[in-house]
């Protein structure tokens, strides 16, 4: 069974870091690119980070000095590591895989950040 599974979110003060991670089973994440995104209360979805399958690594501006995103082929998950979080990362943190016209998405993982 093709599963994405989010894991790592919490409740967190300012300031303070989390690594999330995107573990795959039933496929491999190699040759996958890999996004992720955030849904805030009452907001659209928006990407955060990004991974390609060359290994190629985009961010949004509002993020890029405080989260890297990490591929690990052996263990076949992605890692988002924060750092400085602030309030305003508060949402709901999304994985997903896409290859060509295929789409796997996690059910995601909450991060709320208090001030």
């Known amino acids: 069974q093709v599963q994405l599974a989010e894991s790592g979110g919490g409740l967190v003060q300012a300031g303070d870091s989390l690594s999330l991670s995107c573990e795959a089973s039933g496929f491999s994440l190699n040759g996958y690119g890999i996004i992720w995104h955030r849904q805030a209360p009452g907001m659209p979805r928006d990407w955060v980070a990004s991974?390609?399958?060359?290994?190629?690594?985009k961010y949004q501006d509002s993020v890029k000095d405080r989260l890297t995103i990490i591929r690990d082929n052996a263990k076949n998950a992605v890692y988002l590591q924060m750092n400085n979080l602030k309030p305003e990362d508060t949402a709901v943190y999304y994985c997903?895989?896409?290859?060509?016209?295929?789409?796997?998405w996690g059910q995601g993982t909450q991060v709320t950040v208090s001030s």
């Open positions: 991974i390609g399958g060359t290994n190629l690594k």
């Open positions: 997903e895989a896409t290859r060509l016209s295929t789409s796997y």
